[in-house]
């Protein structure tokens, strides 16, 4: 078994590139989307947290024809937590991302991608104000494809992490969710 996956992947590495972005070529990614199934974990407290809308832009950088890095900022809109009487928390992700293409030869789903996020998660609340909020890691893991030439579509899990320091403790947040993002690529 383990040798026919190898074949598979060893064949589909091969015939790529022939297929890929030229190397050195550039995307700009403008998308927006929900966050859908959100969890808040504070101190081993779970909540759900309501769907939000996001809005953000990406870069990538064809280093191979078909490895692309950048850079990336989305915004997610506050959102209410349940059990935490009214709390209302939105993030502003900053990070790097990877993907590696596979065309797929078809007209329509031109091609589909791993994606990975790693960046900086900055925390905003409605809260009093005796309680300050730590920013912390921010990470995504996700499948992308793009429709049509210039049409993005992504489903990404993300997990957010940072601390709320308030009196008479400090507690941790976790905050998870699955990201539908649609959007549209210009290419340079």
């Given at each position: ?26 995307e700009l ?110 990470w995504g ?20 992490n940072a ?26």
């Amino acid at each position: 078994m383990r040798k026919v996956v190898l074949a598979v992947l060893l064949a589909v590495a091969l015939v790529a590139p022939v297929f890929a972005a030229d190397e050195g070529a550039m995307e700009l990614d403008i998308k927006a989307g929900f966050n859908v199934m959100g969890n808040g974990d504070i101190d081993g407290h779970d909540a759900d947290v309501d769907p939000a809308f996001t809005a953000g832009v990406d870069f990538f950088y064809y280093v191979m024809p078909q490895l692309a890095i950048g850079a990336g900022v989305q915004y997610v809109f506050n959102s209410e937590m349940d059990k935490s009487d009214g709390l209302k928390i939105g993030w502003t992700n900053i990070y790097t991302q990877a993907k590696y293409v596979f065309e797929t030869g078809n007209d329509v789903f031109n091609n589909i991608y791993p994606l990975v996020h790693l960046g900086y998660g900055i925390l905003r609340t409605d809260a009093d104000e005796d309680i300050v909020d730590s920013n912390g890691l921010y990470w995504g893991i996700g499948v992308g494809t793009t429709i049509k030439e210039n049409f993005v579509f992504e489903l990404l899990y993300s997990n957010s992490n940072a601390t709320f320091i308030g009196e008479p403790s400090t507690y941790d947040f976790k905050y998870s969710a699955l990201q539908l993002k649609v959007g549209y690529k210009f290419t340079f």
